[in-house]
């Protein structure tokens, strides 16, 4: 069963009447099966209207829904789609392993590297499983240590990046939550390895750029990256969780926004409709975009690497703001 | 000097009434609800007499009690695009940060200078807490990194004053970004070889927190400030738990590792000394 968010309701009805027809013409005569067919190909050309109207001009509240769409590849799907030989590695070695970032190493297009993720599960029991993408600090840690591994075995290191945030717990304060992030930042920008980030569903907050700091940013074209969410903001700045609306057209966390922000480096086409109606291709569209990314970052070496990623980050509202 | 606050104050009060009495000559311990008399309270650095209360100090105070007297020069900081977003809520961006401006008399919520700590050099950046509760946005960002920079140039230390309610929502993404930016300025500073110290004052919470402050070489946090990333309502709200004694407060951290010390304010300048003093020591005479 499909799921429908609030305003893709016209579609849902018109898809409805189309497996409706469908039903019908099995035991109807061939007669009837024509003009059927007929009925079914003029209703789905008019969802593919549809559908390229309403996600061509989506507000940033509705790109967030999309963005957290329950059928929306996740991390592991990417690595699922895009990584052989893949081996997950676990644990940040001082107290467990959080499932919630996952990590490991594998082969991406032939080519050696290491993967990070934040997983927020598929169904409700991955979702728990992975704490809803919400990384305690031994999520970070591991991270860390993925990350200073692949800089000692010349692995380039992609990260695919959907969470809400960190996960705000008791036990995640009391076992240095901020500490982590900060040393999985640091990590990131020490790296002496290519590190390419996508946002490939929600980029929140500390909890994303904890593993974004990279030398190249991608967004898929409906993903959203920002620094609170927007029922937070809207709960903060306007006294008012049902505000959110308002919340998300002013935090510009589009993925367009922060191209012009030049916040990120590209924005990655999604299938029509959004990648959950199309997981494969957006698997493989994402694959495209980390490759070209990746090309001309293998050229240079850890040092030069490393300067490059510095001053990419410290450039940030220099030339490109004011 | 108690009978200063527990008679005369009542006594005031029900003489002139209470707007008549100015507003800037007590102010309420809001820890044990004393009145304290501004003067004293002053020379106390701001901290109660009465229950030993840390109240907040407003930037450019804090380089006056932590740098040598006579020693410093404010830097006049780098300016940045201001409301790159056009952020409106309830109120135009713009408008915030006019109001902060003129309430406080600073540009931003930070504050620089150079100068020395018991006769050692130093860079002193003091997070202001006063202006849009200490959040950071792309003027501290850019602030930190310019601060890096010039301890870097001077070849001294780096201490930071951190407090901050997190990141400056107004500018959206951009002030996310300034967590990466000033991590690079430690880095910046780390790979100089000089000492990156944080003290961490009420309140440093969120990104600042998970950014710089956190990879201070030492790391010392004044008696009772609140420290975290996450707020305590948003984690009461999500794991529906009443929250522990003490949590997140600077004596909580020092007892899960996450600080080095807690120091009591009047003893914040020596012991920066000292530290300083002893980090770098091996660094001159390499040098
Ligand atoms: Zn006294
Ligand atoms: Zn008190």
Redesign the pocket.
């Known amino acids: 069963m499909r799921h429908f968010l609030d305003f893709e309701k016209p579609i849902a009805e018109l898809e409805a009447k189309i497996e409706e027809l469908r039903q019908m013409s099995e035991p109807q005569g061939p007669e009837g099966g024509i003009n059927i067919a007929d009925e079914v190909g003029r209703l789905s050309a008019k969802v593919e209207r549809e559908l390229r109207g309403t996600y061509a001009r989506l507000t940033p509240w509705q790109k967030t829904q999309v963005a957290r769409h329950p059928d929306r590849p996740k991390a592991t799907d990417y690595v699922a789609g895009l990584i052989t030989e893949f081996t997950p590695l676990a644990g940040d070695r001082a107290f467990a392993d959080d499932a919630a970032i996952v990590g490991g190493i594998g082969r991406f297009r032939g080519r050696a590297v290491a993967v990070l993720g934040t997983e927020k599960g598929s169904d409700t029991e991955s979702r728990v499983a992975h704490n809803f993408g919400m990384s305690r600090p031994e999520g970070y840690r591991k991270a860390r240590r993925l990350m200073e591994l692949a800089g000692r075995f010349n692995l380039p290191v992609l990260s695919f990046v959907d969470t809400s945030g960190a996960f705000p717990g008791i036990d995640a304060e009391a076992r240095g939550q901020a500490e982590a992030i900060a040393r999985s930042i640091d990590a990131c920008l020490a790296a002496p390895v290519p590190l390419v980030a996508t946002i490939v569903g929600e980029g929140g907050s500390g909890g994303a750029i904890a593993l974004a700091a990279g030398d190249a940013v991608l967004m898929l074209e409906h993903s959203i990256y920002s620094v609170i969410s927007p029922e937070g903001c809207a709960a903060i700045l306007w006294k008012d969780q049902a505000q959110a609306a308002a919340a998300a057209e002013a935090l510009k966390l589009t993925a367009e926004d922060l191209r012009r922000l030049r916040l990120i480096d590209r924005i990655i086409a999604e299938p029509l409709g959004g990648a959950h109606r199309d997981p494969q291709a957006a698997v493989a569209a994402v694959g495209d975009a980390i490759a070209l990314a990746l090309a001309p970052l293998a050229e240079l070496d850890g040092t030069a690497l490393r300067a490059r990623r510095r001053d990419k980050f410290l450039a940030i509202g220099h030339d490109t703001l004011i | 000097m108690s009978w200063l606050t527990e008679y005369v104050r009542p006594k005031i009060r029900t003489l002139l009434g209470r707007r008549e009495v100015p507003d800037n000559l007590w102010t309420q ?1 809001p ?2 609800q ?1 009145m304290l008399f501004a003067a004293e309270l002053e020379r106390h650095r701001r901290v ?1 007499h ?2 030993g ?1 840390h109240l907040r100090v407003p930037a450019p105070q804090r380089l006056e009690w932590t740098l040598d007297a006579g020693s410093y020069t404010r830097v006049e900081l780098p300016k940045v695009a201001a409301d790159p977003l056009r952020f409106r809520d309830t109120k135009r961006y713009t408008d915030r940060l006019r109001e902060a401006r003129e309430k406080t008399g600073l540009e931003d919520a930070l504050v620089v200078a150079h100068g020395t700590i018991g006769g050692h050099k130093a860079v002193v950046a003091v997070m202001a807490f006063e202006f849009i509760g200490g959040s950071m946005g792309a003027a501290v960002g850019e602030g930190i990194v310019a601060a890096a920079k010039l301890a870097v140039l001077q070849q001294a230390p780096l201490i930071v004053f951190t407090a901050s309610g997190g990141a400056r929502m107004q500018e959206g993404a951009i002030s996310l970004m300034q967590m990466p930016r000033t991590v690079a300025a430690v880095q910046m500073v780390r790979e100089a070889g000089l000492p990156f110290i944080t003290v961490l004052t009420d309140p440093t919470t969120g990104g600042v927190t998970a950014s710089f402050t956190m990879l201070g070489d030492v790391q010392i946090a004044e008696p009772g400030a609140e420290i975290g990333f996450a707020g305590a309502r948003v984690i009461e709200q999500t794991v529906r738990e009443k929250l522990p004694e003490g949590f997140q407060r600077s004596e909580y951290l020092l007892a899960h590792g996450i600080l080095d010390m807690v120091t009591k304010r009047a003893d914040l300048p020596a012991t920066l000394a000292r530290v300083i003093g002893l980090l770098t020591v091996a660094h001159q005479e390499a040098a």
């Open positions: 311990c820890s044990c004393q109660c009465h229950c209360h």
